[in-house]
C-alpha cells in the first residue's frame, strides 16, 4: 500500500507469530533485507521494499481491547541493507493507508458520509483519529502524482511520543558541536536546526544533501549528543547508546529549517535519520508545526514576524478553545500543512490534537510465498494450515 508518501504492506496481526524473532524473520523475508548482519547496497531483489526508509514500513494491525479504540496498529520499520528493526517508532504517512486497508478487506464497515476510525499505535502509544469520506473523496497531495482516496488524520494528545515530554532536555534551545538546536517531541522526537548554521539554505535538493558526507557527519554529531540529552530509549526500555544513536534509521528525526515565503511558513530538508527525506514526514512535520508556534524555539525564531502574523499571535495563545492554528511547510515535495489545536499558559503547554490531510492507495492485494523459512517459522505456518483444515481455526 502507499500512505501519504510512503510505501510498505499491511498485515492482519492474527496470521502472524506471536514470537517476536518469528514475527521479525518474516517481515524481513517480506521485505527482502538481510536475516542478520549487514548487506551493503542491497538492492531488496528478494522482497516487497524499495530501498530507502519511507518504502520499508510494514504495519501490523488488530481489533483493539476495551472501548476506547477500534484498532491497534504496530509499525516495524526495516532498512534495506541490514537486519535490525525498530519497533519504537509510528509513521504519520503510511498511517493513512490504515483506514483503505481496513474498508478494502471489510474489516471495517463504511458510513456516511465518512467513515471515522479510532486507531491506537503500540509504538507511541498515541491514539488517531481517522476520517475516509466513503464514498471515496479524491484528493492530490504533494510528491505524489495523481488524485486518490482521501485521509484526514487526527492525532490526540501527541505530545512526549517517545519521551514523555514536549521539550525532552528541559530547555526550548540547547547547542551540541556549537550549534543552536532544539529538541521538541510532538509525534515523534525531533532535532531542529537552523540550516544557515550549517551554511545552508533548507532549498538545497535532496540528491546535493545526501551526496555530502560532510554535512551527514556533522548532522551524525548533533542528533546522537541530542539523543542522548534527551534520553532516548529502545524499545525494550534501555537507555539508547552513542553507537545505537549513530546507527538509529529512526530516532531521533533531525532537520535543517530556513525562511518561508509567500506559500509557506517555514522551509525544511528533513532526515530520517540516515537519509535525507524527499519531502516531509508528517509525524515530524506536526512536531515542525507545534515548534514553529512557540516562542523561543530554533523554528519559532526561523518564521519571519510576518508570517507569525499571519497566524494573529507571536506565539501560541494562552486561551483555551481558541481557533487552530495552520503552519505551511514547505519541503522538496511541495507544501505539507498541519493543523495545532494547543494553548500556553505560562510555562505550560497543551495540544489536544494536530490534524493533516494525505491520500492512500492499495497497490496489490494477494499472497506473498515465503522462501527459505526457518524450521521454526515453517512449523508456526504448517500447524496453522492443520488447523484451517481441521476447522478449529
Same mark, same amino acid.
Given at each position: 500500500?502507499?500512505?501519504?508518501?510512503?510505501?510498505?504492506?499491511?498485515?492482519?496481526?492474527?496470521?502472524?507469530?506471536?514470537?517476536?524473532?518469528?514475527?521479525?524473520?518474516?517481515?524481513?523475508?517480506?521485505?527482502?533485507?538481510?536475516?542478520?548482519?549487514?548487506?551493503?547496497?542491497?538492492?531488496?531483489?528478494?522482497?516487497?521494499?524499495?530501498?530507502?526508509?519511507?518504502?520499508?514500513?510494514?504495519?501490523?494491525?488488530?481489533?483493539?481491547?476495551?472501548?476506547?479504540?477500534?484498532?491497534?496498529?504496530?509499525?516495524?520499520?526495516?532498512?534495506?541493507?541490514?537486519?535490525?528493526?525498530?519497533?519504537?517508532?509510528?509513521?504519520?504517512?503510511?498511517?493513512?493507508?490504515?483506514?483503505?486497508?481496513?474498508?478494502?478487506?471489510?474489516?471495517?464497515?463504511?458510513?456516511?458520509?465518512?467513515?471515522?476510525?479510532?486507531?491506537?499505535?503500540?509504538?507511541?502509544?498515541?491514539?488517531?483519529?481517522?476520517?475516509?469520506?466513503?464514498?471515496?473523496?479524491?484528493?492530490?497531495?504533494?510528491?505524489?502524482?495523481?488524485?486518490?482516496?482521501?485521509?484526514?488524520?487526527?492525532?490526540?494528545?501527541?505530545?512526549?511520543?517517545?519521551?514523555?515530554?514536549?521539550?525532552?532536555?528541559g530547555n526550548r534551545q540547547d547547542c551540541f558541536d556549537d550549534v543552536p538546536v532544539s529538541c521538541v517531541d510532538v509525534a515523534v522526537?525531533?532535532?531542529? %536546526?537552523? /540550516?544557515?548554521?550549517? $551554511?545552508?539554505? !533548507?532549498? &538545497?535538493? =535532496?540528491?546535493?544533501? +545526501?551526496?555530502?558526507?560532510?554535512?551527514?557527519?556533522?548532522?551524525?554529531?548533533?542528533?546522537?549528543?541530542?539523543?542522548?540529552?534527551?534520553?532516548?530509549?529502545?524499545?525494550?526500555?534501555?537507555?539508547?547508546?552513542?553507537?545505537e544513536l549513530a546507527q538509529s534509521e529512526t530516532v531521533p528525526k533531525i532537520c535543517m529549517v530556513g525562511p518561508g515565503d509567500g506559500?509557506?511558513?517555514?522551509?525544511?530538508?528533513?532526515?530520517?535519520?540516515?537519509?535525507?527525506?524527499?519531502?516531509?514526514?508528517?509525524?515530524?512535520?506536526?512536531?515542525?508545526? %507545534?515548534? /514553529?508556534?512557540?516562542? $523561543?524555539?530554533? !523554528?519559532? &525564531?526561523? =518564521?519571519?514576524?510576518? +508570517?507569525?502574523?499571519?497566524t494573529g499571535a507571536s506565539s501560541m495563545t494562552a486561551q483555551i478553545g481558541y481557533e487552530p492554528v495552520v503552519v505551511r511547510i514547505?519541503?522538496?515535495?511541495?507544501?505539507?500543512?498541519?493543523?495545532?489545536?494547543?494553548?500556553?499558559?505560562?510555562?505550560?503547554?497543551?495540544?489536544?490534537?494536530?490534524?493533516?490531510?494525505?491520500?492512500?492507495?492499495?497497490?496489490?492485494?494477494?499472497?506473498?510465498?515465503?522462501?527459505?523459512?526457518?524450521?521454526?517459522?515453517?512449523?508456526?505456518?504448517?500447524?496453522?494450515?492443520?488447523?484451517?483444515?481441521?476447522?478449529?481455526?
Amino acid at each position: 500500500m502507499r500512505g501519504g508518501t510512503s510505501t510498505g504492506i499491511v498485515l492482519w496481526d492474527a496470521h502472524l507469530p506471536q514470537e517476536v524473532s518469528l514475527r521479525e524473520e518474516l517481515v524481513r523475508h517480506l521485505m527482502g533485507v538481510p536475516q542478520e548482519g549487514t548487506t551493503p547496497r542491497n538492492r531488496q531483489t528478494t522482497g516487497l521494499g524499495r530501498g530507502a526508509p519511507t518504502s520499508n514500513k510494514v504495519f501490523l494491525m488488530k481489533h483493539h481491547q476495551g472501548a476506547d479504540a477500534d484498532f491497534d496498529s504496530t509499525l516495524a520499520q526495516l532498512a534495506a541493507d541490514h537486519a535490525r528493526i525498530d519497533w519504537g517508532v509510528n509513521c504519520g504517512n503510511m498511517s493513512a493507508a490504515l483506514p483503505l486497508y481496513l474498508l478494502q478487506t471489510g474489516l471495517a464497515e463504511p458510513a456516511t458520509p465518512e467513515t471515522q476510525l479510532r486507531i491506537w499505535n503500540t509504538n507511541t502509544r498515541k491514539l488517531t483519529d481517522m476520517r475516509m469520506p466513503t464514498p471515496f473523496e479524491m484528493a492530490t497531495i504533494p510528491g505524489v502524482p495523481g488524485r486518490f482516496p482521501s485521509v484526514e488524520l487526527v492525532l490526540r494528545d501527541p505530545v512526549g511520543a517517545r519521551t514523555g515530554s514536549l521539550f525532552p532536555t528541559g530547555n526550548r534551545q540547547d547547542c551540541f558541536d556549537d550549534v543552536p538546536v532544539s529538541c521538541v517531541d510532538v509525534a515523534v522526537p525531533m532535532v531542529i %536546526v537552523r /540550516a544557515t548554521d550549517l $551554511g545552508y539554505t !533548507a532549498r &538545497e535538493s =535532496v540528491a546535493s544533501l +545526501q551526496a555530502d558526507p560532510g554535512l551527514m557527519a556533522r548532522l551524525r554529531s548533533i542528533w546522537v549528543q541530542a539523543g542522548l540529552r534527551m534520553g532516548l530509549k529502545t524499545a525494550a526500555g534501555a537507555p539508547m547508546t552513542e553507537a545505537e544513536l549513530a546507527q538509529s534509521e529512526t530516532v531521533p528525526k533531525i532537520c535543517m529549517v530556513g525562511p518561508g515565503d509567500g506559500d509557506s511558513d517555514i522551509h525544511v530538508r528533513y532526515f530520517t535519520p540516515q537519509a535525507p527525506h524527499s519531502s516531509m514526514a508528517v509525524t515530524g512535520g506536526c512536531c515542525l508545526a %507545534v515548534a /514553529a508556534l512557540l516562542g $523561543g524555539t530554533v !523554528a519559532f &525564531e526561523t =518564521v519571519s514576524q510576518s +508570517q507569525r502574523s499571519r497566524t494573529g499571535a507571536s506565539s501560541m495563545t494562552a486561551q483555551i478553545g481558541y481557533e487552530p492554528v495552520v503552519v505551511r511547510i514547505g519541503n522538496p515535495a511541495g507544501v505539507l500543512q498541519a493543523t495545532v489545536s494547543g494553548y500556553e499558559s505560562g510555562s505550560e503547554v497543551t495540544i489536544p490534537w494536530v490534524s493533516y490531510q494525505r491520500s492512500a492507495q492499495v497497490l496489490l492485494q494477494g499472497l506473498a510465498p515465503i522462501y527459505q523459512a526457518s524450521d521454526a517459522l515453517m512449523l508456526f505456518f504448517e500447524s496453522r494450515h492443520a488447523q484451517a483444515l481441521s476447522g478449529r481455526h
